[in-house]
């Protein structure tokens, strides 16, 4: 076969050109450390590495709002835990206010006590995370999610977030609790039912919170536990106020102090009534919340005259078994949130183990092999030589040259 000179001289100038272009791109490559720098290196890898580039962002992502999550329920977990101490506070001052001994300016020192801390606990419950979110709004809603309101029922706490709370999702958790169920859903009374005197009672009877000795037997009706002088004998009767009729066994018996136990309910007798007074056994409704408890408190001692009188007593004992009870769930509020703390460190340790297998997934697909790199640089800058070489010996090799 004839080759032409030319034809020769063409295709040994278009090799040198590819293989000065390999190198130059082999160089490129080796500087960036990637194998891929566009999509035309690899079209598949390129694809698959722009996959894993958005797993790692999404990752990132979840990360930051773990974290950011993280912050606010710590602060919410530190939040809880001061108003955790102040309601313990509050319970020793309800237990002092009990001295029977005290007079009318002790009392009203106890509740100013009390107010102070309430305020306190108003505070907490109204404070806000380091980027300015509300620990306990909710869903959002008020900046300020309880208000304080006056009016001439009495002061009150008003809740203006939006009850609920989001819930915790695989790679997600809330940055605020529900406030509303935290601090304002506080069972009244026992949480079955609420006891209190009559507002005309004149003898020395008290009760205790009562609770339910037979659940079966509940019936949800209110009821009126009446005293009465039968032929120098006090006696008392329990009448349904729902239905208007007496509770057999107990009408017209002879008083004693002790429980006394009817359609499911005990409720224990103290001190000496007189003909006239009564107690109220009412089925709850509704709830109330710990501000309220408190402030019920600071009205009844605020009101209650030298020594310890009944209406105090009684108000003292439902105050105390209602701050409990608004006590379990600050508790159980705070465990809730040390729950998703140790959530959030498990999540965050998760979140940086796959942000690890994406990137490494991500350099496999473009990163430089930088030894292999190394090696076909040199094998390719060799194989350059060579052929300049060879077309530089094969350049002088011409008829022309032995002609003469």
Do not use: C
Request: aromatic share 6%; proline share 3%; net charge negative.
């Amino acid at each position: 076969m004839r080759v032409a000179t030319a034809h020769s001289y063409d295709t040994t100038v278009a090799n040198l050109n590819k293989r000065q272009s390999d190198l130059a791109q082999l160089q490129a490559q080796l500087s960036a450390g990637k194998r891929v720098q566009r999509a035309s290196d690899d079209p598949a890898a390129a694809v698959q590495a722009e996959a894993a580039q958005n797993r790692l962002a999404r990752a990132v992502a979840d990360q930051r709002a773990v974290e950011a999550s993280r912050t606010s329920l710590a602060q919410v977990e530190s939040a809880l835990g001061s108003a955790g101490e102040t309601i313990q506070q509050v319970r020793e001052l309800f237990l002092k206010a009990g001295n029977a001994t005290y007079g009318s300016a002790d009392y009203k020192s106890i509740a100013q006590e009390i107010e102070g801390l309430r305020d306190q606990l108003l505070a907490v419950a109204n404070q806000t995370d380091s980027m300015g979110r509300t620990l306990f709004g909710g869903q959002g809603g008020s900046s300020v999610p309880f208000v304080e309101v006056y009016g001439p029922g009495g002061n009150g706490v008003r809740f203006d977030g939006q009850s609920g709370q989001v819930a915790a999702g695989d790679l997600t958790l809330p940055q605020s609790l529900d406030g509303q169920s935290v601090w304002m859903s506080v069972p009244p009374g026992n949480g079955t039912f609420t006891v209190a005197l009559g507002s005309g009672n004149a003898g020395s009877v008290t009760t205790d919170i009562g609770r339910v000795a037979d659940p079966a037997a509940v019936t949800g009706h209110g009821y009126s536990i009446s005293f009465a002088d039968a032929g120098g004998t006090l006696q008392y009767t329990v009448t349904d106020t729902t239905t208007g009729l007496p509770v057999p066994a107990h009408n017209g018996v002879a008083y004693q102090p002790g429980t006394i136990e009817f359609d499911g309910l005990a409720v224990e007798l103290k001190g000496q009534p007189k003909a006239g007074d009564s107690v109220a056994v009412d089925p709850v409704s509704g709830s109330t919340d710990l501000f309220r408890v408190m402030q019920d408190a600071i009205d009844a001692l605020n009101g209650a005259s030298t020594g310890q009188t009944p209406q105090l007593t009684q108000a003292l004992g439902r105050a105390l078994t209602e701050l409990d009870a608004g006590y379990d769930r600050v508790l159980a509020a705070r465990s809730q949130a040390g729950q998703w703390l140790n959530r959030a460190d498990s999540l965050d340790n998760r979140l940086a183990d796959r942000q690890v297998e994406y990137e490494a997934e991500q350099s496999s697909l473009v990163d430089m092999d930088m030894i292999k790199g190394i090696s076909d640089f040199q094998n390719q800058q060799v194989g350059l030589q060579a052929a300049l070489q060879s077309y530089a010996q094969v350049q002088r090799l011409s008829l022309f040259q032995y002609l003469g």
